[in-house]
């Protein structure tokens, strides 16, 4: 079924451990992915979902994987410790057709000798999450790891109450982290951050192998990755809710699906994740936590950039100096474009109409998806917030603004559809389809909801429950991180 290779494993073992995933006696097929499976090319149709099951939960395994669990260490809100795969299982690396590789990783897998005090286990109500949401994202159309399967182990994993377990099957570019970086600095030798600069610039970044300084180059890249990361995550109102530097991936794909939720309110201090009480990793903090992020990079860089330290500190500053003018360029275009500007620079009045609705948003505590679509007037008014005569003077100074563009509101608005969705996966209707699914078995609000969040930008498909707010009940959401 897989075309794997095992590139990882050409590492020194510092790297990773070879390890075996977990059997289980009756695993069971609770979702799969047939339409990445197709996209990944996989051959699956003479294939039973019972010995999918069996597959997909490590019980069986494909006879060219090569089962392995990786090291990496990582900030964990601002403190540094050691990490690692503490319950994921990676098969190996499927080679596409068009030669690329991605990772086909086993969550949920069992204890590996990165598990610590960890049962190596994953519970069902949050693998399902995971697979909603990395869907959801997929086809906001941002970077993101993917989600093949997710197998019930029909045994029972031991939370703050007794639940049910499951593994999930990820896809990604890689699973190379900032904080495998910070891993090869902090526990190895120079030789491992140089080795693991190499890997990954030949796996990802293979057009930076000609410059002189490679691993400058690769922060450098890096640094631009993030930024178009998380300028997309601010753009359909995503928080990410667990930005520790070990969750934050190389390959500049969103991974690590555990407290996330999107965002109703428009609001810079929202945080759904139970553990965040600094609101460390709220909406509005993410470029600077990704900031943050980076800089930490640049620390395990170091020994890879320059012999002499602080040759090496020097040209990593000058590199990271440029972020804030980077990041805020990048959040001005998202945001020109969220509005359907043809440009909107800096000092312009643009810019100056941006925050001004945005922070309209947030005096009236307006819905940042829909706040978007009555602009577009792309449903009717959803209620009499969009009614009163700000907001309409509000629409009136942002028409004033494209005719001086002199664009017309036909091009904008077909601009302005494709960076604004729709339907996001709202808290309530996620927390339904994963309540009716763990405790009924009954997964038709789930396959429906992932179906329209297929969608996402497509007016035609009149799914109004996702365009409804939340229940009032529903304010002050909590998630949590899902283990
Ligand atoms: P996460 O919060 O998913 O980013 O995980 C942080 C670290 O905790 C990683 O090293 C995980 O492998 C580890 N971890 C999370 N849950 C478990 C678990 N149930 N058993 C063992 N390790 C875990
Ligand atoms: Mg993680």
Known sequence: MFNFIHTYKSLSDFFFKNQLPQTYDNPELALFNYELAEELNLNIKTISTKELAHFFSGTKLFNNSEPIAQAYAGHQ????????????????EHKLTTNKLVDIQLKGAGI?????????????????????????MHYLGIPTSRSLAVIKTNAPVYREKI???????????SHIRVGTFEYARYFGEKKQVIELVEYTVNRHYPHLKVEKNVALYLLKQLIDEQIKLVCNWIRVGFVHGVMNTDNTTISGETIDYGPCAFMNEYNLDTVFSSIDEQGRYAFGNQGKIIYWNLCRLAEALLPAIADDEKEAIDLCTNVLSNFPELYYS????????????????????????????????????LDYTQSFLMLQESVPSLNENYSTTLFRDLKSKWKQLLLNQN?????????????????????????????????NND??????????????YDLEK????????????????VTYCGT
């Open 163 to 173: 639940e049910q377990g499951a593994v999930l099957t990820r896809v990604a570019a």
């Open 77 to 92: 809100f601002g403190h540094f410790t050691m990490l690692g795969d503490g319950r994921a299982i990676l098969l190996g």
């Open 462 to 477: 009149n799914y109004s429950e996702l365009i409804e707010l939340s229940p009032k009940n529903f304010e002050g959401y």
């Open 112 to 136: 590996t000798p990165y598990s610590r005090r960890g049962d190596g286990k994953a519970a069902l109500k949050a693998m399902l999450r995971e697979y909603l949401i990395s869907e959801s």
């Open 443 to 456: 997964y038709s609000a789930f396959t429906n909801l992932l179906a329209k969040l297929k969608k996402q």
């Open 330 to 365: 990048n959040w001005l275009i998202m945001y020109g474009n969220k509005f359907g500007f043809k440009y909107c620079m800096k000092g312009s009045g643009e810019e100056i109409f941006v925050k001004e609705f945005l922070s309209f948003l947030r005096q009236h505590n």
């Open 407 to 439: 664009i017309s509101l036909e091009v904008t608005l077909e601009k302005m559809k494709l960076c604004n969705p729709i339907y996001i996966p709202r808290n309530h209707l996620v927390e339904e389809a994963l309540e009716k699914a763990t405790n």
